[in-house]
């Protein structure tokens, strides 16, 4: 990481990432993860993963059957992402083509780590995107985000909590944010203590994050949430995250697309997301020390299609 990243119970100061490359008649697909580090995958453990299937992907595995044969999480994503990537080679389409989608360039948040209100500021201030995502945790808020608020008095903002307060400082709190104009609140309770939320009328729209990892666990999230963040280490895929992004759509339900860091080949697939969603969070190459070439252009937070050299 260029420098450490902190979350609510979190600091990243490095990532490992999984990249699967596969070829076929002349032809090579890729996908890249991180993984779900709070459901405790690692790079070890999802190399090991995908090692366990090797014979069935060189049989032909298709993204179906791959659905059957591994559990959602960042292996299967990687694998995913592949095989879209190599059929769209194959092919001469490109992925958002192949999925019935339309692309355009779209604006991506760009993130404020968790600090002191004046650190925090100082980072909002000197972002160049209107789009502003800010980490928060219990520790000062409010404060916190009216620092940052004030340094971007221009600025759309949300915040996400990654499941750091309890369901009396939300109530508490959410009043103050909506007079602050943030525009949505990520994941302010636990996953799996979020109940509450089912009888619970937020003044500010509430999105789930580690509550809904996948289209198994929508109902529930639909119940709580008006909004889903889709992030495809989480949905173990492109397959899945459409699917769930479908579901989404035909109950009226917002979407946002995230991503567990990565590089510019993970944030490829999604871009394809992107194009459903409300919001987008599709900053993640830009808090490495380096990307891989060719890299995506995230310019002023304006996210363009990826080079099919890339991708897709």
């Not at 260029?2 to 990532?15: A, D, K, L, M, S």
């Not at 109950?251 to 394809?272: D, H, I, K, Q």
Request: net charge negative; proline share 4%.
């Amino acid at each position: 990481m260029r420098v450490p990243f902190r979350i609510t119970g979190y600091t990243f100061t490095e990532v490992k990432l999984l990249q699967v490359t596969i070829s076929d008649a002349g032809a090579t697909g890729q996908g890249e993860a991180t993984g779900v580090y709070y459901l405790n995958e690692t790079g070890e453990g999802m190399l090991a993963q995908v090692e366990s299937i090797r014979s069935e992907l060189e049989g032909g595995l298709d993204r179906e059957q791959l659905r059957t044969l591994l559990p959602a999480g960042g292996a299967r994503n990687a694998i995913d992402c592949a095989l879209w990537d190599l059929e769209a080679k194959q092919s001469g389409r490109r992925v958002w083509e192949m999925a019935g989608i339309t692309p355009a360039r779209t604006l991506t948040v760009n993130t404020v780590g968790i600090g002191t209100p004046a650190e925090m500021a100082a980072v909002a201030g000197a972002l160049d995107t209107s789009k502003i995502k800010v980490k928060l945790d219990g520790e000062q808020p409010l404060e916190c985000i009216a620092a940052v608020r004030e340094a971007r008095p221009d600025a759309e903002i949300v915040v996400d909590i990654n499941q750091g307060w309890t369901f009396a400082q939300l109530v508490e709190l959410a009043p103050r944010f909506a007079e602050l104009d943030i525009a949505m609140i990520e994941q302010p309770l636990p996953r799996g203590a979020d109940e509450a939320l089912e009888d619970y009328q937020s003044p500010v729209m509430l999105c789930a994050d580690e509550s809904c990892l996948d289209s198994s666990e929508f109902e529930q999230a639909a119940r709580r949430y008006q909004m889903i963040n889709i992030k495809l280490d989480k949905t173990g895929g492109l397959t899945e995250a459409l699917t769930l992004a479908a579901m989404a759509r035909e109950r009226g339900v917002e979407l946002m697309v995230g991503n567990m860091v990565g590089t510019s080949l993970a944030m490829a697939p999604g871009f394809v997301v992107a194009q459903l969603c409300r919001f987008v969070d599709l900053d993640g190459a830009l808090v490495l020390t380096r990307d891989r070439e060719p890299a995506m252009d995230f310019s002023g937070g304006v996210v363009s299609p990826p080079d099919r050299a890339l991708w897709g």
